[in-house]
T-cell receptor, first 118, second 110 residues
Framework: DADVTQTPRNRITKTGKRIMLECSQT?????MYWYRQDPGLGLRLIYY???????NKGEISDGYSVSRQAQAKFSLSLESAIPNQTALYFC?????????????????FGPGTRLLVL | QKEVEQDPGPLSVPEGAIVSLNCTYS??????FMWYRQYSRKGPELLMY????GNKEDGRFTAQVDKSSKYISLFIRDSQPSDSATYLC??????????FGDGTTLTVKP
């Protein structure tokens, strides 16, 4: 987990506020991801980036935006937070050079940010 | 229909029991089948994976994939209290993005 860090680890905010969750990695990976985890719904992909100039929507991008400031930094913003965005948010990285044929491109997750929107 | 369906649990077993965790998937393009373990207040961590069909063993853990029935299983032998965690199955076609099951929370009681 130390290779992928997330700040803050916990955050309480109010409906309508703009907040940013930050992710930094020292693994040197090009690919980064943002997921949210809800009880009973597993991990769902919000956005992903395969390099600094590449940003892609995941399955649940509405209400979120991202910025890839550098290879090592990928931030997630909630422009106007709402209560159903209360969840556990994870950043992850992967390295495409380590996945070919029978070798998996493994994802490495950060420790998560627990967000509560009141 | 979700692309990956996982038996919901929770599951509680005595120490030493054999544990079976199961998932089904719908997309025939998936080639990698993974199991992640997530301890409380931590991020998921890859436990093991298989490529295509077959079995893979790693110590007390065995991952099994049957592509004909699109069924994924993880078996834990001689389960230990330290195995208590949430286990997530996941699949991918290989290009980074993964699709996850909802997770099964396992408690192994001493």
């Amino acid at each position: 987990d130390a290779d992928v860090t997330q700040t803050p680890r916990n955050r309480i905010t109010k409906t309508g506020k703009r907040i940013m969750l930050e992710c930094s990695q020292t693994k040197g990976h090009d690919r980064m991801y943002w997921y949210r985890q809800d009880p009973g719904l597993g991990l769902r992909l919000i956005y992903y980036s395969f390099d600094v100039k590449d940003i892609n929507k995941g399955e649940i991008s509405d209400g979120y935006s991202v910025s890839r400031q550098a290879q090592a930094k990928f931030s997630l913003s909630l422009e106007s937070a709402i209560p159903n965005q209360t969840a556990l948010y994870f950043c992850a990285t992967s390295d495409p050079s380590r996945g070919a044929g029978e070798t998996l491109e493994t994802q490495y997750f950060g420790p998560g940010t627990r967000l509560l929107v009141l | 229909q979700k692309e990956v369906e996982q038996d919901p649990g929770p599951l509680s077993v005595p120490e030493g029991a054999i544990v079976s965790l199961n998932c089904t998937y719908s997309n025939s393009a998936f080639q990698y089948f993974m199991w992640y373990r997530q301890y409380s207040r931590k991020g998921p961590e890859l436990l093991m994976y298989t490529y295509s069909s077959g079995n893979k063993e790693d110590g007390r853990f065995t991952a099994q994939v049957d592509k004909s029935s699109k069924y994924i299983s993880l078996f834990i032998r001689d389960s230990q209290p330290s195995d208590s965690a949430t286990y997530l199955c996941a699949t991918t076609s290989g290009a980074g993005k993964s699709t996850f099951g909802d997770g099964t929370t396992l408690t192994v009681k001493p």
